[in-house]
């Protein structure tokens, strides 16, 4: 059974949601992934009953241009989705603000350099584009998707001097670093005050090899990071992608997908102590589809987040579930 074949019915559908995190692809980037068009994620909502009105497309390295100068290539991606987003909006129904929102990929270590690329983002979606996310995740002896990082890399003046361009243009930068790398983010924001940065995936704690039985001490470092990056106002953090296989969070290898249950109680600490040190006005879901699908239902997801957040006021769920990805991606709901 697919993890997709289990969705419940949604808890308090009417309650409008913002999706600020999710990809598209046909060809996946990657071998171990499945093909995840624009057509299934229509599909995946309407099934799950949820008011999701909008959602942010986030950068998948998909579609680059195969020619032409290789900092410009990514721009053949913006491309492509900007065209698919333009055809839900007129397909309407379940397709009707998917993609509303566009985070592209370019190389901040360019400093001021990148803005030719950042302008060429915006020439080819002018109404969606609203950042970059340049994948950061370093480790010792770990290598994730074969990613061009170093130790340390957002605390170059290179890279400082990319996200200040970035920022001066009005576009926000999506951080996604590991647990250990908090402090990266920390130092990047004071860096660059006037840039809104959007912490990826509540940090990215690890619970696989070399952190496997070490969660109290991953918890207690993890949280002592987020504390360094919450004390940056310019910073706000995504409460999702927690249901990667390297978090430790997921049920074993082969288990049927997860009950809204079972994400509640699996993600209970850390999204709760995330939006301690935040606050909800700082804090924003996501599904991190199709990544986190190889877990869960993306109905199930939205129903975990729901019962986490049961007790909060309504002004505070608004903020978790739509207002904080509003103001962060500058949408309009």
């Known amino acids: ?14 309650m409008r949601i913002v999706d600020p995190h999710h990809h598209l692809w046909i060809e996946p980037p990657f071998p171990t992934l499945s093909p995840f068009p624009i057509e299934q994620l229509a599909d995946e909502k ?22 032409g100068p290789e900092d410009l290539r990514p721009i053949g991606e913006t491309r492509i989705v900007e065209a698919e987003a333009c055809a ?45 996310r340049h994948m950061a995740p370093w480790h010792t002896g770990m290598n994730f998707y074969n990613m061009d990082t170093t130790e340390q890399m957002m605390r170059s003046d290179a890279f400082c001097a990319g996200v200040s361009r970035l920022a001066s243009l009005g576009l926000s930068f999506d951080a996604w670093v590991l647990f250990t790398q908090l402090e990266d983010v ?65 049920p074993p290898h082969g288990a049927d997908g997860m009950t809204s249950e079972q994400v509640a109680a699996s993600l209970h600490d850390y999204i709760l102590a995330s939006i301690d040190v935040f606050t909800p006005s700082r804090c924003m879901f996501e599904s991190n589809f199709p ?15 729901k019962r986490l957040t049961a007790g909060f006021s309504a ?10 990805a509003a103001r962060a991606y500058r949408l309009t709901l």
């Not at 877990?295 to 199930?300: D, E, I, K, Q, T």
């Open 315 to 324: 002004d505070e769920r608004y903020d978790l579930f739509a207002g904080t």
């Open 88 to 132: 839900a909006e007129q397909a309407g129904g379940a397709m009707q603000g998917i993609a509303a929102g566009i985070v592209g990929r370019a190389d901040m270590r360019r400093g001021s350099a990148v803005e030719q690329v950042l302008l060429a983002h915006v020439a080819e979606s002018p109404t969606r584009f609203r950042g970059v």
């Open 291 to 305: 990544i986190d699908r190889a877990h869960v239902s993306y109905g199930n997801l939205w129903n975990g987040f």
């Open 186 to 250: 920390a130092f990047l924001a004071r860096a660059v005050p006037d840039a809104t940065i959007i912490l990826d995936h509540a940090g990215t704690p690890l619970g696989v090899a070399p952190y496997e039985g070490r969660q109290d001490e991953v918890f207690a470092r993890w949280k002592q990071g987020m504390q360094q990056v919450a004390d940056c106002s310019n910073v706000v953090v995504k409460l999702g992608g927690l249901l990667m296989h390297n978090t430790g969070l997921v």
């Open 46 to 67: 309407r099934a799950s009953g949820h008011n999701v009105c909008a959602t942010v497309y986030i950068d998948a390295q998909r579609d680059y241009l195969k020619d």
């Open 1 to 14: 059974m697919e993890p997709n074949d289990l969705v419940e019915p949604p808890l308090e559908p009417e």
